[in-house]
């Protein structure tokens, strides 16, 4: 702590202070608006000319914040330090800053710690209040692989703290920068960081996976907000606030932080490296996990805040949805144009327009009438229907709308701040009844003339299940839907604050606003001091989506007796666990597939694996060409839907012409194929907290490379996705991390299984591809189970069964396979399902069944094995000890082989093995190989640079 202090000061004192106090060691002192060297003074802070125009002006650089008073104290968990402000100036003159501030540190496990910040009287507002579903900690771990250090050089000088990882002595926190400061509604504290590879953060849209750390600020705040590009230099924040980050440290290892906050906030990253927190509420409460991987942090993370929810089967199927298809008819043509160009289609989609004006647990009369018997079809078919709900409620019905009626009886309302006794009035969807409205007028002349008045269900009320609950179960009386939508629930509304705007307030107006959108914190939303959740809205705005997960979900598991899924537009830290989440609204542009690449490995990050964007764009019309791509990347979305707004000309698959209806059914088709294996990953997100659609760099952080690769994904550990994203692009340049990979392209089968040239190390290829192709590779010691496909996964998960088997350099390989009845509500806990494992070793696959707590009806068989990477054609090959060379097909290259027409039921363990030409027997002949396949190799290579084919 002294010595950054010492530092600046002697440097201080030399004549340049210019040159003196170089930029990257600059934390903003006053990042409000219109800073001047006397305000900036007056806060105690140094004021002088940048070099970079991004970084501050106005820069603590005398001890600032608090001091430590008296001893260190021991804790149930960890230890506890008392803080006292020192004798500087207070962050606003109207208010005191707390005084004395407590820091509990708690040791939880070895890997994950708890820093808290909080006041003295414990008066404030705290988010981990309102998750019961996390278990407090119950003790102080026996060890910890952390060392937690508090500095203070003397009695006027600032407290610091510091958080070590013991291993390498790697500085993971450093907060000897700065000012904690602890005011009512501004709280901050600033840490350097161990290196500048920083991820996480959200909801927004960004260039990059990896933050750029160049004097970049990041609003959190959950708000209807389509994703683009910044707005008046602000970077949008939009409908999720998820204020979690992962840093990977320089040696590869990497530790994630969350902070534990609802209120509006702001990050705000420079090149020191280092970041800077500031919130305007709450209490600064901070959870670090250790890793030492990032999969290792995600998994942590997710024990943290929950586990994953376990999706149906189904809702890995291909999802189909368009606002505004205008009447069932419609949709009838859709789903029959579906089926006759047999693209697979589990899920049909009803947006706001299947509801009467659009309010909640209604049915168009006219325009979806027949929609329930509809429904029974499709479902009859083996497909599934899922509705949209939206949270605001019309109190302005002439008829009986029982939703408003009964809510208002059971006062499940968010209340008006200024008469608590009175509702919050906001207005979002619906018209008054009976309005004629013109139809050419503006945006704002409608919601003042036609929209009605509606009020917020508090989601946190004790009565919520007997209202929303109860009222999800009365339209399941009327409309079998399988799965919950919801939406708007920031939550958005259409006029800023309430009908009324709102009174000024300190929450209303607060001090300090973080970098988010809108004139004022209540823009397209409720007055923040409204009562919402036993605390003002201020508080728990960010919590509206998350609060409405939980009992969506608790309604749709009991009256439907399955899993089902939800999903959400706004989510918050452990929304996971309750829902799914789809972008957004997000436009027809070609950006937009790179950056659903980047929200998905965000949200992997964050806990949230069933993720993906509305494939072919939400706003404007789509075009062929990006259409086509699009479908032909969504089909590797791990929610995989297509859908677009009420405006937008339609884009269901079968819309285009037939090469694109062509695409779009390979690409889904070869996703059918795959999903057993998705399944399985998704089982293994639910259980251990493991991400599904992964970063390259958590399975390769050896190879720096990774770290920064955004273009690219995994499935899981074995599965990689190279898909072409920019318009015209017949190649794509693809990164092969080192390893053995095999080709899966979707419509070449000719080249399934041929080894990527293996130049020994990781390398990017240029690789040729067309409109209908989509790279896809399989990573060597992979085991993947897979299936035939069909037109929805009631259909294909009856097919036969398959491994493609790909070995790595010692010719080995392994995986497993899931497999439940696939919507159960809780198979997993009930032990009702069936695990195998597979395993390759010195030419042998063992295919064990490790639990068969489920039966398929009909029961399942593996009809084909397909080996990747072989040396050379087995000599023999036998399946539980019986001669199957009879199966054998070879195909293209000596190096693969299939073994087809086998009946091997699911339910019993087998053993395959095979026998290799003398030389060629064991993986240590493989290895001795390598110098002349590393030779060739390398040959691929440069001729890849000269004409762009690598399989040569
Ligand atoms: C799917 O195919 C099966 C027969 O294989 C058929 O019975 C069913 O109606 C089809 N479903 C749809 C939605 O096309
Ligand atoms: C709509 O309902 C509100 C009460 O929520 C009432 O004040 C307003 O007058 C009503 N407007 C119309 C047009 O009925
Ligand atoms: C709404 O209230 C009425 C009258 O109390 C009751 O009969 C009805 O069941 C309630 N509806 C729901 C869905 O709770
Ligand atoms: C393995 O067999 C292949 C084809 O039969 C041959 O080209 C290769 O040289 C053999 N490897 C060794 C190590 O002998």
Known sequence: ???????????????????????????????????????????????????????????????????????????????????????????????????????????????????????????????????????????????????????????????????????????????????LTFSDQFLQISTKLPSSYVYGFGEHERDNYRHNMDWRTWGMFTRDEAPGPPSNGVNKNLYGMHPFYLCVEDDGKAHGVLLLNSNAMEVALQPTPAMTFRTIGGVLDFYMFLGDGPEDVVRQYTEFVGRPFMPPYWGLGFQLCKWGYGSLDVVKDVVKEMQDFNIPHDVQYGDIDYMERQMDFTIDPVNYQGLPEFVDQIRRDGMRYVIILDPAITTNETEPYPPYTNGT?????????????????????????????????????????????????????????????????????????????????????????????????????????????????????LCMNSEHGGTKHYNTHSLYGWSQAEPTQKALREVTGKRGIVFGRSTFPSAGHFEGHWLGDNTAKWDHLHKSIIGML??????????????????????????????????????SRNHNWVLGAPQHPTHWDGAIADAARDSLQTRYTFLPYLYTLFYQAHTQGSTVVRSLMHEFIEDKHTWSIDRQFLWGPALLISPVLDQGAMDVTAYFPKARWYDYYSVNSERQGREVADAGQGRSLSLPCDMDCIPVHIRGGHVIPTQGHANTTVYSRRKPLGLIVALDEAGEASGSLFWDDGEDIDTVGSNSYRMITFSVTATTLDITVERDGYTPDPELHYETIQVFGSPAMPTDVTVNGQNAMDNIVKKTADKVWHLEGLSLSMAEDHKITWTLPDNNASGAEVSRARPVALLLAAMAVVLANVNGHVFT
């Open 1 to 179: 702590m002294a010595s950054f202090y010492l530092a600046v000061l002697l440097i201080a004192l030399t004549p340049c202070r210019l040159e003196a106090v170089e930029d990257i060691v600059r934390f903003d002192c006053y990042p409000d608006d219109g800073a001047t060297q006397q305000l900036c003074e007056a806060r105690g802070c140094a004021w002088e000319e940048t070099q970079n125009p991004k970084a501050p002006k106005c820069f603590y650089w005398a001890p600032y914040g608090y001091r430590m008073d008296g001893n260190i104290r021991d804790t149930a968990l960890g230890s506890s330090v008392t803080l006292r402000r020192l004798n500087t100036p207070a962050r606003y003159v109207n208010s005191a800053d707390v005084d004395p501030v407590t820091l509990d540190v708690e040791m939880h496990t070895a890997k994950r710690l708890r820093i808290k910040f909080y006041d003295g009287d414990n008066q404030r507002f705290e988010v981990r209040d309102k998750m019961p579903h996390i278990p407090a900690a119950t003790g102080k771990a026996p060890s910890q692989e952390y060392i937690v250090s508090f500095r203070q050089s003397g009695p006027t000088s600032a407290f610091a703290l510091r958080v070590t990882r013991t291993a390498t002595r790697a500085a993971l926190w450093d907060t000897s920068v700065g000012g």
């Open 409 to 525: 009886e059971l006062d499940v309302w968010i209340k008006n701040g200024d008469d608590t006794s009175q509702p919050l009035i906001g207005k979002v969807w619906p018209y008054y009844p009976g309005v004629t409205v013109d139809p050419d007028a503006e945006w704002d002349y409608k919601v003042e003339n036609y929209n009605a008045y509606s009020v917020f269900p508090d989601y946190f009320h004790a009565d919520i299940d007997r209202w929303w609950g109860n009222f999800i179960k009365d339209f399941y009386n009327t409309l079998k839907f399988d799965g919950l939508w919801i939406d708007m629930n920031e939550p958005t509304n259409f006029v800023h604050g309430s009908v009324n705007g709102c009174s000024n307030n300190k929450w209303d107006n607060p001090p300090y606003l973080p970098k988010i959108l809108g004139p004022n914190i209540y823009s397209k939303t």
């Open 602 to 639: 965000d949200f992997g990050l964050f806990g949230m694996p069933y993720v993906g964007a509305d494939i072919c764009g939400f706003f404007f019309d789509s075009q062929p060409d990006l259409c086509q791509r699009w479908m032909e990347l969504g089909a590797y979305y791990p929610f």
